[in-house]
């Protein structure tokens, strides 16, 4: 069974859309991320739910919309989408949001804007 | 500034041939993680790092942390194809909940 599963995997769409990409982790864990990764493979924490509560919003543009219907999902919804978006997408989650709580990942949803 | 930073940023080595990985912080560690990214795919987990000159194997793959906590080196011993992939470090435990990734780097293993 997969613990982090995110989709879609592959995601190309125009600049002005928008688009949803989904996250589910059958883990029972606490805490939801969400990651960007950049064409340098550089990773950055964009937004941390702890039990559907937004607890880290790390200066992303307004467009971009964590949501969770429960603790088990945490959706990202982004409106208006623009060229620089384009990236690597992951979801993680941990047991709880401490410090010492190992992340698990989901496999990454390439996003593409054209 | 980068908090973690990594080295070398990128790595070619014969199959075979031993290799290590540098992580350092600006700051005192407090949980250091290793994790590889094989390409196009997602994060794996290698190991988890607190205590000041801890180290931890996994099958050909050791971690250290040092005694200062603030560097940490990834270490293969015969590295193999199999090993090919982005070698990520990542801190936590600075700032509330936020979880920090080093620079990164991608390690090629020619057959």
């Known amino acids: 069974d997969t613990a982090v599963s995110q989709t879609p995997k592959y995601l190309v769409t125009q600049m002005g859309n928008d688009k949803s990409i989904k996250c589910e982790q059958n883990?029972?864990?606490?805490?939801m991320y969400w990651y960007k990764q950049d064409s340098k493979k550089f990773l950055k924490i964009m937004f941390s739910y702890n039990n559907k509560e937004l607890i880290i919003n790390e200066t992303v543009p307004n467009r971009f919309s964590p949501k969770s219907p429960d603790k088990a999902h945490l959706n990202l919804h982004i409106n208006s989408l623009e060229l620089g978006d384009s990236a690597v997408y992951f979801c993680?989650?941990?047991?709880?949001?401490?410090?010492?709580?190992?992340?698990?990942f989901g496999p990454g949803t390439r996003l593409t804007v054209l | 500034s980068q908090e973690l930073e990594q080295s070398p940023q990128s790595l070619i080595v014969q199959e075979g041939k031993n290799l290590t990985i540098n992580c350092t912080s600006s700051k005192t560690l407090y949980g250091l993680y290793w994790y590889k990214q094989k390409y196009g795919e997602g994060l794996i987990f290698l190991m988890m790092?607190?205590?000041?000159?801890e180290e931890k194997s996994h099958e050909k793959i050791t971690a250290k942390l040092d005694e200062k906590k603030q560097q940490s080196s990834l270490h293969i011993t015969a590295s193999q194809p199999s090993h090919a992939g982005i070698y990520l470090c990542g801190a936590a435990g600075w700032t509330g909940n936020q979880f920090y990734f080093g620079t990164g780097t991608s390690l090629t293993v020619i057959p």
């Open positions: 883990l029972g864990h606490d805490t």
């Open positions: 790092l607190q205590k000041g000159g």
């Open positions: 993680a989650s941990s047991q709880t949001g401490r410090a010492y709580n190992e992340q698990f």
